[in-house]
């Protein structure tokens, strides 16, 4: 099993920035590409960014240029940095990690619980 813990949402105002981290925990054996998703109200939920255990990153057009994701792979955690913040930018943000599990090493594609992330006009 894979336990996600996200953290770092929050209201902020327009033009201000948050920092998600999201921490993997459980029996990984490796961690492939880490990225994260949002969800708003009425949506469907969306790609933001993504990561492969290479560095190698892919954005949505929506946030190229002000959103950066990052990772540690020796704390098997994923972050999303987030400057110039929009309200359209308001939704619940879910961090999603693929990865083989011990003890057989089976690929799983976990989902944390969500952050929600509120940008005031």
């Known amino acids: 099993q894979v336990q996600l813990v996200e953290s770092g949402g929050g209201l902020v105002q327009a033009g201000g920035s948050l920092r998600l981290a999201c921490a993997a925990s459980?029996?990984?054996?490796?961690?492939?590409?880490m990225g994260w998703y949002r969800q708003a109200p009425g949506k469907q939920r969306e790609l933001v960014a993504t990561i492969t255990s290479g560095g190698s990153t892919n954005y949505a057009d929506s946030v190229k240029g002000r959103f950066t994701i990052s990772r540690d792979n020796a704390k098997k955690t994923v972050y999303l940095q987030m400057n110039s913040l929009k309200p359209e930018d308001t939704a619940v943000y879910y961090c999603n990690v693929g990865g083989f599990l011990l003890p057989e090493l089976t690929y799983r594609d976990s989902w944390g619980q969500g952050t929600q992330v509120t940008v005031s006009s």
């Open positions: 459980g029996s990984i054996f490796s961690i492939n590409a």
